[in-house]
């Protein structure tokens, strides 16, 4: 089984930065692709950003140029920086990933959510 966790998130002023956290525990033999959603109240849920094993890494164009994703591997965590926040980054955020696990079976798993609110 994998677990992700994500932190950072909180309220923020527009022009303002936060960097959420996600961290993976359980029993893992490879973490694959990575990457950040978020869901805004009444809208679907978007990929905001990706980032492979190799570390190539993919955003949607509503953030490209001020949000940057990274992992670290070693601590098995995944980061997104997000600058110059605007109201329309209001959501709830979601960690993502592809893993195998200790039974090398593979699956899509997803965090909790942590919520970013970008007001003044």
């Known amino acids: 089984q994998v677990q992700l966790v994500e932190s950072g998130g909180g309220l923020v002023q527009p022009g303002g930065s936060l960097r959420l956290s996600c961290a993976a525990s359980?029993?893992?033999?490879?973490?694959?692709?990575m990457a950040w959603y978020r869901q805004a109240p009444g809208k679907q849920r978007e990929m905001v950003a990706a980032i492979s094993s190799e570390g190539i890494t993919n955003y949607a164009g509503s953030v490209q140029g001020r949000f940057t994703i990274s992992r670290d591997d070693v601590k098995r965590t995944m980061y997104l920086q997000m600058n110059s926040l605007k109201p329309e980054d209001t959501a709830v955020y979601y960690c993502?990933?592809?893993?195998?696990?200790?039974?090398?079976?593979?699956?899509?798993?997803w965090g909790q959510g942590t919520q970013v609110t970008v007001s003044s």
């Open positions: 359980g029993s893992i033999i490879q973490i694959n692709t």
């Open positions: 993502n990933a592809i893993a195998i696990d200790t039974a090398y079976r593979g699956g899509d798993y």
